[in-house]
């Protein structure tokens, strides 16, 4: 076994103490003293202890905000100087990049090359590309044409105010970088946010906020609730004084959140699930389109909404890419994500890899071969082979539903109309993948497919100034690019009679 990775000693730090949670610019204990554990999922052993926030603790956290945000200097301040201490955030973590990284391979399982050289990068990137939204927040001028009122003159415009105090809840898939995604753009905006990060994967969000409020944040501008999200998410997504809330998670959470939005019809963005189909076409390169199929569903260890978990293959090279799929499978190495030869390290939480393992066990009792993989595997720590599917149908679980781990199912097909058919048939509209030679194919292909991203020769791509998002039940709105400012901004008419 290759030498482990050493920690960085900043990392070490934070998680060897009780990690309170921020209000109003103090770092203070859970109104009622409770705190829970938090696990490293390579182990199982604890790593943490967080202060559990709940519904008081999210109170205070909101009268805060709606106090930084009505008598504060965060939306008053000039754009200019707001998109600068924006910017600072994404020098600030990339100054911290290998604390963060352990932070995330620690508390999520993560390879560390990988959370460095992906998720820290990309997440200051996302900062310094909203940064430059602060001063082009623009409104438009109107010539009104009032028919009733034939004879007067008209000065109209429009302004984008920010929309007020935000609650934005995140997953653990992508601690920081969901953090990045939320935080990037109300920051920018001028919002003050309440943010309550996964309870499996709280660390990075902590540590990002101690260094939003170096790079200058005044107090109470950002808070942090860690907490349980049926008592803390749930008290934030019900919240009458939230103007809007901002989730990423699963549907089924999703739908709840839309529920409890209801009290006050405060604005929401969901990004949600997926069920991803990724097509291969008999013209494409299948240098490239093998492992790329797989990328696009062991990345992450497969806990990625957007994941390419339903791999169609035109007939004529079907065994071909089921083969090549299945070796790629076997020769990842799942191990802890401090080993530098690791692959792919742990999943999340016991509780994943039962849900995981639950999928497998329900799918091969329906009929599906496990061509690689299928289990979990032996050991401390929360681990599942990586795992290809065949024989499977549109009426199984593994096929039907999103898993959310390294299982991929794959099945041919004859024609485009089929493939059509069958890749938009599904509940969820998040991602797709399309592999081909043939341009014309790959963007009425591109069209066809009934998804917020569709990648073409390629998987995984993502970028700050790029939308990101669903149809269907795959969510409401879209995170990134400029069109994410239109989540956190309002637009008011002005119309003066001259």
Same mark, same amino acid.
């Given at each position: 076994m290759a030498?482990?990775?050493?920690?960085?000693?900043?990392?070490?730090?934070?998680?060897?103490?009780?990690?309170?949670?921020?209000?109003?610019?103090?770092?203070?204990? =859970?109104?009622?003293?409770?705190?829970? @554990?938090?696990?490293? %999922?390579?182990?199982?052993?604890?790593?943490?202890?967080?202060?559990?926030?709940?519904?008081?603790?999210? #109170?205070?956290?909101?009268?805060?905000?709606?106090?930084?945000? @009505?008598?504060? %200097? $965060?939306?008053?301040?000039s754009p200019s100087e707001r998109g600068r201490i924006v910017h600072r955030i994404g020098d600030l973590i990339l100054e911290h990049g290998d604390e963060?990284?352990?932070?995330?391979?620690? !508390?999520?399982?993560?390879?560390?090359?990988?959370?460095?050289?992906?998720?820290?990068?990309?997440?200051? #990137?996302?900062?310094h590309y909203m940064a430059g939204f602060a001063t082009k927040l623009d409104g438009r001028t109107i010539a009104p044409t009032v028919p009733y009122m034939p004879d007067a003159e008209w000065h109209a415009y429009t302004l984008r105010e920010p929309i007020g105090v935000v609650g934005q809840i995140i997953p653990w898939n992508f601690p920081l970088l969901m953090a990045a995604w939320k935080l990037g753009p109300a920051l920018t905006t001028g919002c003050t946010i309440v943010l309550k990060p996964a309870e499996q994967t709280p660390l990075s969000a902590l540590r990002l906020a101690e260094l939003i409020l170096e790079a200058g944040v005044p107090e109470g501008v950002l808070n942090v609730v860690t907490g349980f999200g049926e008592t803390?998410?749930?008290?934030?997504?019900?919240?009458? !004084?939230?103007?809007?809330?901002?989730?990423?998670?699963?549907t089924e959470v999703g739908k709840e959140i839309v529920k409890a939005a209801a009290g006050n019809l405060k604005k929401l963005t969901l990004e949600l699930g997926g069920k991803s189909p990724n097509v291969v076409y008999s013209d494409a390169d299948m240098e490239d389109a093998i492992p790329g199929a797989a990328n696009a569903i062991f990345f992450n260890h497969?806990?990625?909404?957007?994941?390419?978990?339903?791999?169609?293959?035109?007939? @004529?090279?079907?065994?071909?890419?089921?083969?090549?799929?299945?070796?790629?499978? #076997?020769?990842?190495?799942?191990?802890?994500?401090?080993? %530098?030869?690791?692959?792919?390290?742990?999943?999340?939480?016991?509780?994943?890899? !039962?849900?995981?393992?639950?999928?497998? #066990?329900?799918?091969? &009792?329906?009929?599906?071969?496990? +061509?690689?993989?299928? =289990?979990?595997?032996?050991?401390?720590?929360?681990?599942?082979? %990586?795992? +290809?599917? &065949?024989?499977?149908?549109?009426?199984? &679980?593994?096929?039907?539903e999103e898993i959310f781990g390294p299982v991929v199912t794959v099945k041919p097909f004859k024609d485009t109309d089929e493939l059509i058919g069958a890749g938009n048939g599904t509940?969820?509209?998040?991602?797709?993948?399309? $592999?081909?030679?043939?341009?014309?194919?790959?963007?009425?292909?591109?069209?066809?497919?009934?998804?917020?991203t569709v990648w073409v020769n390629c998987y995984n791509v993502f970028d700050a100034s790029l939308p990101f998002g669903g149809y269907k039940e795959s969510g409401w709105g879209r995170e990134m690019g400029s069109e994410v400012l239109e989540c956190y901004t309002e637009t008011k008419s002005v119309c003066v009679q001259i």
């Open positions: 030498t482990e990775i050493q920690i960085d000693e900043r990392a070490r730090e934070f998680v060897g103490s009780e990690r309170p949670m921020l209000i109003g610019g103090d770092w203070v204990n =859970s109104a009622s003293g409770k705190t829970f @554990e938090v696990f490293n %999922p390579a182990t199982g052993e604890v790593l943490a202890n967080v202060a559990e926030g709940d519904s008081e603790d999210i #109170d205070r956290a909101v009268k805060t905000a709606r106090a930084a945000f @009505e008598g504060g %200097p $965060w939306a008053k301040m963060l990284a352990a932070l995330e391979t620690l !508390d999520n399982g993560k390879p560390f090359a990988i959370a460095r050289a992906a998720d820290v990068p990309l997440a200051a #990137d996302l900062f803390a998410g749930a008290a934030l997504a019900a919240h009458d !004084d939230v103007n809007k809330v901002a989730f990423t998670g699963s497969g806990q990625c909404c957007a994941a390419g978990s339903r791999l169609f293959v035109e007939h @004529e090279h079907y065994d071909e890419v089921l083969e090549g799929v299945s070796k790629h499978a #076997d020769s990842i190495k799942v191990g802890s994500g401090l080993d %530098p030869d690791t692959d792919m390290g742990p999943l999340v939480s016991q509780e994943q890899q !039962d849900r995981v393992t639950g999928f497998l #066990d329900q799918g091969k &009792s329906d009929g599906a071969k496990a +061509v690689t993989g299928g =289990s979990a595997v032996d050991g401390p720590g929360y681990f599942v082979q %990586p795992t +290809v599917l &065949s024989d499977t149908s549109a009426d199984m &679980s593994v096929e039907a509940a969820y509209g998040l991602a797709a993948g399309v $592999w081909t030679k043939d341009i014309s194919k790959a963007h009425r292909t591109a069209k066809a497919l009934r998804a917020g």
